[in-house]
């Protein structure tokens, strides 16, 4: 990406090599061919290129679904088109903005950038520190051009451009016969501006780097009822991506307890206020001892900042209570989360309540005695049109839920990972897990097995999801992006000219000839001049040329 | 209360009210434009006299300016071509329009007790408000653009009408997502450079008919080549720092409400889409080739992807703006 809008014409590529062809040996050939790609490579027309290349690499990753951001969609799309979909996979479309290619794009775009930008950069150094260039022998043929003969001076004609053009770099020369010029410039910031924009680009692209490195981004779950989290291991979470050099270990410490999930709905149910009263210890406290708590509250557009680090609420759910009885009088209580299914907003749940029979040692036993309350949970339960149960409202006004309760082997000796909100499917596929009792249950409601035992649904505890964000990067970026827009406004808002004026001493007064030529886009130069012209031409007759 | 109901039903009948005063402006806009010509044929025969006044950048809509020097002394008030009879009468229209049309989004505002760029309705309204008020005031300072008024009336008709039946929305608070003042500064730049990229977007589009010729009909009273050429650059660069401003803010936002500044989220990936396109723009206007016809292509495409962001992405991809959708 060479500079923008308003480069002069690319030189043309010229070879001032002084090897003659036909003794360049390989290395000499290698030579030509590096330096030719490197051409080729920094040429305004290859990075209009690359600019067409990362805009349309950039589209698929907006209209195929991206497993980075919904990797369910990704699913459904397998699903869907089921002999497209691998063949996008291998091209990497589900991942378009870490593949490769959209890599090689982007970098090669930043290299054409630097190769462009820092050599027109050296050439516009040198020419600020050069006197503005000698007025040319024909004014008329510039693109803005005037002349008028005028009885002034020439001293007093050339008095008056001077003030004119005062601000502007400008030189005065002398010709044959008296003549007088002087040449004029302005507008070189455009030029600072735009070096500064290409730069900041860099700024920005090093950044996001950088924060894909150090960086790492963390969810969990917490129940809303004085539970607490602290950032000390990835252990602590549900889910972690952490950047490359990100190994979990020298996290930043801090905890966050959750004492309150607040939210307040509109009555068709859309959400007004979404909030979490949290009270946290910095990195800081924990250090020096501290033993109290600063009170915070997590809202929507407001996260939890502390110790670089950030704290959001990104959603929240129901953690359903169950207490099951087992005949001899034993009993345990449980209250794991529940996940939220439904993407309307109604907060209709699912999950799995999974309890061991306490006391039973033998694997044989186990295997048949373990119990999971599985089903649909309704903040406010009612009846759908199939008899099913569905959620009229995400607050709390009628809990409601429809259990499954499942007895046998729910596969957690095996030694394999299982989700927490389901149960193991092989299982039940296979019978070793079955049901054995179903209801619809509202709180204080109890369900009795066959076998005598009894399950309560005690009572409901919301959860907020709470993710943590560390991104050492991101303040470099919007640094970057500041200077960025500066430097971009400043690049399109000047413009780069010339001015050039030449008197003639005649016999009774002066020939006075202007011309201009704006080295950037032509737009905008024509009314500058005239008025310049005007100025300079007002009190005599202006001759357009 | 969360929404004053006589409040929002008075902006409701302002907005079909600025909907039917743009319809009048645009049948004057024609009007004019269907006049040009006769203008035009009229002024044949005694052209030589004028022939001098025709600077490079001389179009055929200059020549319906009026000749009020030659019919000096013929009354108080200089004689008009009804061509530009009408076209004053259009702008005037466009003018109130625009009143009409900001009465309505600021009851909108007051009604709801929040800003009022909430959702696709309003936003698609409020950006059909900037593209006419730039176009006014683009007019203002070069009178002889007016006759290509109709162009910009065309798309913003259209799309005032899409916002007034298949993007209405009732007056209503909106998610606690968008509750915040960013929404202020990051959604009302998004639209007032989205309004503005229409009219560059239009002039491409007729520079393109003007150069080719094609449709000869259309090309004839088209304002020339340069002078759309030059509006489409001019307004271009204005309006490219302020949606490049406008994405800014919205990763500042994105930090504060989604956890990330930048996300690939569908709608960021195709503004960042159309900010490459804008950039390949102004790259193309510097360089050998592609100064004229492929820049004009680039700008196009540019608003066509600014369109198909806020259409297609918001109502069939699913994604994280998706809230402002209908």
């Known amino acids: ?545 | 209360m969360l929404v004053d109901p006589i409040t929002s039903m008075w902006s409701d009948r302002l907005f079909q009210g600025t909907l039917v005063v743009l319809l009048l402006a645009m049948v004057f806009t024609s009007l004019e434009y269907a006049a040009a010509r006769v203008a035009r044929v009229a002024r044949k025969e005694p052209a030589t006299v004028g022939a001098g006044a025709e600077d490079t950048t001389g179009t055929a809509v200059e020549v319906t300016e009026p000749p009020a020097d030659a019919s000096d002394g013929a009354g108080d008030r200089p004689t008009r071509t009804r061509s530009d009879r009408y076209g004053r009468i259009g702008v005037s229209l466009m003018i109130l329009a625009v009143l009409l049309h900001a009465g309505s989004i600021v009851l909108r505002g007051l009604a709801t007790y929040r800003w009022p760029l909430g959702n696709m309705y309003e936003f698609t309204s409020a950006l059909c408000l900037m593209a006419v008020g730039a176009w006014l005031v683009l007019v203002r300072k070069h009178p002889t653009l007016r006759p290509a008024g109709v162009f910009v009336l065309t798309p913003v008709l259209l799309l005032m009408f899409l916002t007034g039946t298949v993007l209405y929305a009732e007056a209503a608070p909106v998610v606690p997502a968008l509750q915040s003042y960013w929404i202020i500064i990051h959604v009302t730049t998004i639209t007032l450079a989205s309004g503005m990229m229409l009219v560059p977007g239009v002039a491409s589009l007729l520079f393109l008919i003007k150069r080719n010729e094609r449709p000869a009909a259309l090309a004839a009273k088209l304002p020339g080549a340069e002078v759309l050429d030059r509006l489409a650059y001019r307004v271009t660069v204005f309006a490219f720092p302020l949606y490049t401003f406008g994405i800014i803010t919205g990763a500042v936002w994105a930090e504060a409400a989604w956890g990330r500044f930048w996300g690939w989220d569908p709608k960021e990936t195709v503004a960042f889409v159309a900010w490459v396109l804008y950039a390949a723009y102004l790259h193309a206007r510097a360089t050998a080739g592609w100064r004229s016809s492929r820049a004009a292509w680039i700008n196009s495409a540019g608003f066509a992807t600014i369109v198909f962001n806020l259409f297609f992405i918001n109502m069939v991809v699913a994604g994280l703006h998706s809230y402002a959708g209908v």
Not at chain 1, 9 to 36: K, S
Not at chain 1, 365 to 385: D, E, L, N, S
Not at chain 1, 412 to 435: M, N, W
Request: charged fraction near 20%; proline fraction near 7%; include cysteine.
């Open chain 1, 1 to 545: 990406m060479s500079s923008p809008p308003t480069a002069p014409p690319q030189p043309p590529v010229t070879t001032p090599d002084g090897e003659p062809p036909h003794r360049r040996g390989p290395l000499g050939t290698a030579l030509a061919f590096l330096r030719n790609t490197w051409r080729g490579l920094t040429s305004m027309r290859t990075a209009l290129v690359l600019l067409f290349l990362l805009a349309l690499a950039a589209l698929p990753g907006a209209l195929l679904p991206q497993r980075s951001l919904n990797a369910f969609l990704v699913d459904d799309f397998y699903a869907d088109h089921p002999t497209a979909a691998p063949i996008v996979e291998v091209l990497g479309g589900f991942e378009v903005f870490a593949s490769p290619w959209f890599a090689a794009i982007y970098l090669l775009l930043m290299i054409s950038l630097v190769g462009c930008v820092l050599p027109r950069s050296l050439e516009y150094w040198r020419g600020m520190r050069q006197p503005p260039v000698a007025t040319p022998r024909n004014l008329a043929r510039l693109p803005h051009h005037a002349a008028a003969d005028t009885t002034e001076e020439p001293d007093a004609a050339l008095a008056r451009a001077r003030g004119l053009l005062r601000g502007w770099r400008r030189t005065e020369r002398s010709e044959p016969g008296g003549v007088r010029t002087i040449s004029a410039e302005k507008g070189f910031l455009r030029e600072t501006g735009n070096l500064v924009f290409h730069l900041s680009l860099i700024g920005i692209l090093l950044g996001l780097a950088g924060g894909k490195m150090y960086g790492y981004e963390g969810d969990v779950i917490v129940r809303a009822d004085g539970s607490e989290f602290c950032n000390s291991s990835i252990l602590g979470y549900d889910t972690f991506r952490a950047g490359l050099r990100v190994d979990g270990t020298n996290l930043n410490e801090f905890c966050v307890r959750v004492d309150r999930f607040a939210g307040t709905w509109l009555p068709n149910g859309q959400p007004a206020t979404f909030g979490a009263d949290v009270a946290y210890q910095s990195g800081a406290d924990l250090r020096s001892g501290v033993t109290s708590w600063r009170p915070e509250r997590i809202a929507v557009n407001h996260p939890l900042r502390t110790d670089g680090d950030r704290v959001y609420l990104t959603g929240y759910g129901y953690a359903p209570e169950f207490t099951v009885t087992w005949p001899d009088g034993q009993s345990r209580s449980s209250d794991i989360q529940w996940r939220p299914v439904d993407t309307s907003g109604s907060q209709l749940s699912e999950g799995a309540t999974k309890f061991e029979r306490p006391g039973v040692e033998d694997p044989e036993q186990r295997r048949t005695t373990q119990i999971a309350v599985t089903g649909t949970f309704a903040p406010t339960g009612a009846i759908g049109p199939d008899g099913e149960l569905v959620s009229v409202h995400p607050d709390l006004r009628a809990p409601t839920a429809d259990v499954n309760v499942m007895l046998g082997d729910l596969g957690i000796d095996d030694g394999r990972g299982q989700s927490i909100f389901t149960v193991d499917q092989q299982k039940i596929d296979s019978g070793e897990l079955r049901t054995v009792a179903e209801d619809r249950m509202g709180i204080g409601d109890t369900v009795r097995l066959p076998d005598g035992t009894t399950v309560r649904f005690d009572g409901v505890t919301p959860w907020v999801n709470l993710q943590v964000g560390h991104d050492p990067g991101q303040l470099w970026v919007l640094g970057a992006a500041i200077v960025m827009v500066g430097g971009l406004a400043l690049s399109l808002s000047i413009k780069r000219r010339r001015f050039w004026v030449r008197v003639h001493p005649s016999g009774d007064g002066s020939r006075i000839e202007l011309g201009g030529l704006a080295r950037t886009d032509r737009a905008g130069y024509g009314e500058e001049f005239d008025r310049l012209a005007d100025d300079l031409l007002a009190p005599t007759d202006k001759k357009d040329g």
